[in-house]
C-alpha cells in the first residue's frame, strides 16, 4: 500500500467507474501495467541513455556475479577434497612454486568477485541516483508544462486535485527506477542459476516451483485485496489526510487556536484512521497467517531438495564441490523467484498503478483551445466585446451560472459591474477571459467569436486580477513582474506599476525594497497586510498594458480611500483601454462611464450611476443600504 502524506489526499485510480469497486482487476489492467513500465523506460532512455545504459549493464554484471561465485567456492572444495588424500600442499609451493597453485588462483578468484561485487553495487547506486533525480526534474517538468495547458474546470474539480497530488508525488518518487532494475537484474540470476540447475539436478526444479508458486498466488491474492480495500475507502482517506493538514496547516492555524478546533480534529482524525487501519489489520492477519503456511511449505521444499542433494553425493554422483553449489544455488534460486514473483505481485498493487496516474495525467487534454486558422488579436481594439445570449453552467451543476446574458463592452469604455453574490460577476469575468467557454450563445471580439481567436494572443491582450489573486512566494520585484512576466528586467515599467497601484510605498518600506521576499514561506520573508497584499497584486495588472483590463473586486482589503484612489487611477491609466472594475463600493463604482447591475445571471439595469439611482431599483436600494451605513 502507497504511504499517506498529511494533507495529500489519494486519487481514484484512473480509467475506474468512480460508482463501483473494482474489485479484482481486469487483465486488460494488467497488460496496461507492461505499457506504464515502458513509458517510465523510454522516459529514463530519453533523459539519458548514457546513464540508463550503465545502469542497466551494471544490474547484469552484478546479477551474474553470485552464481559465479558460488561456482568458485565450488571448485575450492573439490581442489580441497582433492587434496586431503595427498596432504595439504607446502605454502611454498602453492605461493612461490614454478606456477601458482590452482588453490591460491581459485582463492584470489574469490576475492576478486567480493571486490567487484562491492564496486558494482557503490557505483551503480551512484548512477541510479543521479538518473533518477534526473528523471524526477523531467517528469516535473512534464507535469508542470501540461498542468499549464489544461482548463480551469479541471483545476476546479476535486477529483482532478487528487489525481494531480498523486501525479505530483510520483514525480518526486526516485525509488521506482531502482524498483525496476532491480526487479530486471532479478530475473537475470533467476536464470543464471536455473541454468545451473537444469544442467547439474533438473528435477530440483520443480521442488523448486512447490517452494514458490504457492506463496506468489497467495501474495498476489492479498495485494489484491488490498489495492481493493484502499480504493473502497478513498474518501475516509482523503478526509482523514484533509484533517491532518487542517490541523497543522498555516492557512488554518488561526482559526484553529481560536475556535478551539485541535481535539475536534484530532477526535475525527483518530477514527478515521481506526475505521481504516482496522479493517487493514484484518486483512493482514489473514495474509500472516497464509504466509506462515506458505513459508513452512517451501522450508519444506528447501530441505527436500536438500536431502536429495545430499543423497545423490552419497551415491558418488555428485562431489563435495558440487553438494555446496547446488544447495547455495537452489537457496539462491528460491530467494530470487519469490523475488521476481512477490515484486511482480507488488507493482500491479503499488508502484505501478501509481506510475499509472502521473502518466494517465499527462494523456489530459484541454477542451479550450486555439482553432486551426486562428484569426490575429485586434490591437487597439475597434469595436469592443459583445455577449449574445451567453449561457453557463458549471461542469457537476445544475444552477446556470449565467443565461441570456446580452451586454456590449464597448472599446475605451470603463464599464462597473454589480450584483449581489451569487450573482455571476466573477463568471462573466472567466468567459471574458476563455477560461471557460459559453455552452450557449457567443461572446464576439470586434463581431467575431471569441473562440475565432489565437488561445494565447487573446489572453496576452487581457489584464485582470481576481479578488483571490495570488500571493507569491517571491520578491517584491517578481511578485508585480508575473503581470508581464517577459519584462521581469524592465525596472522601470515595475516601479511604474508599483507607483499606480500605491504598492510603491508599501515596498519602499521593506529593508530590501523591490528585492524583498514577501510572505512567510520562506527564511527572511516579509509578511505583509491585506490591503499591502492588494496593491502588490493590482500593479500586475498596469504591468499589463493589455487591450482589456479588469479588475475583479482586488480592493476588499482597502480602506475607502485607498479604493477610491486606486480606481481614480485605474481610469486614468486605462484611457483607450476597455476596462471593467468589479466592487461593492459605490463611492468607486460611480466613476465608471456605465454600470451593470447582475441579478441571476443576467443584466437586470445598466445605465450611469445617476440613471441607475433615479430608476429606483436594485442598484438604487443596494446604493442606500450602503450609503446607511456610513450616516
Wanted: charged share 25%; aromatic share 10%; net charge negative.
Amino acid at each position: 500500500m502507497k504511504s499517506q502524506n498529511c494533507g495529500n489526499p489519494q486519487p481514484t485510480a484512473p480509467g475506474h467507474d468512480p460508482s463501483s469497486p473494482p474489485g479484482v482487476r481486469s487483465t486488460e489492467r494488467r497488460l496496461g501495467t507492461f505499457r506504464v513500465i515502458a513509458l517510465y523506460v523510454a522516459m529514463a532512455w530519453r533523459t539519458s541513455r548514457y546513464l540508463t545504459l550503465s545502469s542497466l549493464l551494471l544490474r547484469l554484471a552484478d546479477s551474474l556475479v553470485p552464481v559465479s561465485i558460488l561456482y568458485v567456492g565450488k571448485l575450492i572444495i573439490d581442489d580441497v577434497s582433492h587434496q586431503i588424500p595427498y596432504g595439504a600442499p607446502v605454502l611454498s609451493d602453492v605461493l612461490y612454486g614454478e606456477r601458482l597453485h590452482p588453490l591460491a588462483l581459485l582463492i584470489a578468484a574469490g576475492f576478486g568477485l567480493a571486490v567487484i561485487t562491492d564496486v558494482l553495487s557503490r557505483v551503480r547506486s551512484l548512477v541510479e541516483g543521479t538518473l533518477g533525480e534526473r528523471i524526477s526534474v523531467a517528469l516535473t517538468a512534464l507535469l508542470m508544462e501540461r498542468a499549464a495547458t489544461l482548463d480551469l474546470k479541471d483545476f476546479e474539480d476535486a477529483e482532478f486535485q487528487a489525481h494531480l497530488e498523486a501525479a505530483r508525488e510520483q514525480t518526486t518518487d526516485t525509488m521506482t527506477l531502482s524498483g525496476l532494475f532491480s526487479q530486471a537484474a532479478s530475473i537475470v540470476k533467476v536464470m543464471a542459476f536455473a541454468a545451473a540447475l537444469l544442467i547439474i539436478a533438473p528435477w530440483v526444479m520443480v521442488l523448486l516451483l512447490i517452494a514458490v508458486v504457492p506463496a506468489f498466488v497467495g501474495e498476489f491474492y492479498f495485494n489484491e485485496r488490498r489495492y481493493s480495500l484502499d480504493w473502497s475507502r478513498i474518501q475516509e482517506r482523503r478526509e482523514h489526510d484533509y484533517l491532518c493538514f487542517t490541523a497543522t496547516s498555516v492557512e488554518a492555524a488561526k482559526e484553529v487556536k481560536i475556535f478551539g478546533l485541535s481535539r475536534f480534529l484530532i477526535s475525527r482524525y483518530v477514527a478515521l484512521a481506526r475505521q481504516f487501519y482496522t479493517a487493514m489489520r484484518k486483512l493482514e492477519v489473514r495474509n500472516e497467517i497464509w504466509s506462515g503456511v506458505f513459508t513452512t511449505l517451501a522450508t519444506m521444499a528447501y530441505y527436500g531438495a536438500y536431502a536429495y542433494i545430499v543423497w545423490r553425493t552419497l551415491q558418488g554422483d555428485f562431489t563435495v564441490g558440487d553438494l555446496t553449489f547446488l544447495a547455495g544455488s537452489f537457496l539462491q534460486l528460491s530467494k530470487e523467484v519469490e523475488t521476481v514473483l512477490f515484486r511482480f505481485a507488488g507493482i500491479f498493487a503499488s508502484e505501478v498503478e501509481y506510475l499509472n496516474y502521473l502518466f494517465s495525467f499527462f494523456q489530459r487534454e484541454p477542451e479550450i483551445l486555439t482553432p486551426e486558422n486562428p484569426l490575429p488579436v485586434p490591437s487597439p481594439v475597434r469595436e469592443g466585446f459583445v455577449f449574445e445570449d451567453v449561457g453557463f453552467r458549471y461542469p457537476g451543476s445544475e444552477r446556470w451560472a449565467v443565461r441570456g446574458l446580452n451586454f456590449e463592452l464597448l472599446a475605451g469604455e470603463v464599464v462597473a459591474v454589480v450584483g449581489e453574490s451569487g450573482a455571476g460577476k466573477t463568471t462573466l469575468v472567466k468567459l471574458l477571459t476563455r477560461l471557460y467557454d459559453p455552452d450557449e450563445g457567443r461572446i464576439l471580439l470586434d463581431g467575431k467569436d471569441l473562440r475565432e481567436y489565437d488561445l494565447d494572443e487573446l489572453r496576452n491582450s487581457i489584464g485582470v486580477i481576481f479578488q483571490d489573486f495570488v500571493r507569491y512566494a517571491m520578491t517584491a520585484n517578481d511578485n508585480i513582474a508575473v503581470g508581464r512576466i517577459t519584462a521581469r528586467k524592465d525596472g522601470d515599467r515595475i516601479e511604474r506599476a508599483a507607483e499606480c497601484s500605491q504598492a510603491s510605498k508599501v515596498i519602499g518600506r521593506l529593508p530590501e525594497g523591490y528585492d524583498q521576499m514577501l510572505g512567510n514561506g520562506f527564511k527572511g520573508g516579509v509578511e505583509l497586510s491585506g490591503g499591502e497584499w492588494q496593491k502588490i497584486a493590482i500593479a500586475r495588472a498596469y504591468m499589463r498594458n493589455a487591450e482589456l483590463l479588469i479588475l475583479d473586486e482586488p480592493t476588499a482589503a482597502l480602506d475607502a480611500r485607498s479604493e477610491y484612489e486606486v480606481f481614480r487611477r485605474f481610469k486614468e491609466r486605462s484611457k483607450g483601454k476597455t476596462s471593467v472594475l468589479i466592487s461593492h463600493r459605490f463611492s468607486s463604482v460611480r466613476m465608471a462611464d456605465r454600470v451593470l447591475v447582475l441579478a441571476d445571471g443576467k443584466v437586470e439595469a445598466q445605465g450611469t450611476h445617476e440613471e441607475l439611482l433615479a430608476q429606483s431599483g436594485r442598484y438604487a436600494e443596494l446604493f442606500e443600504l450602503q450609503a446607511a451605513g456610513f450616516r
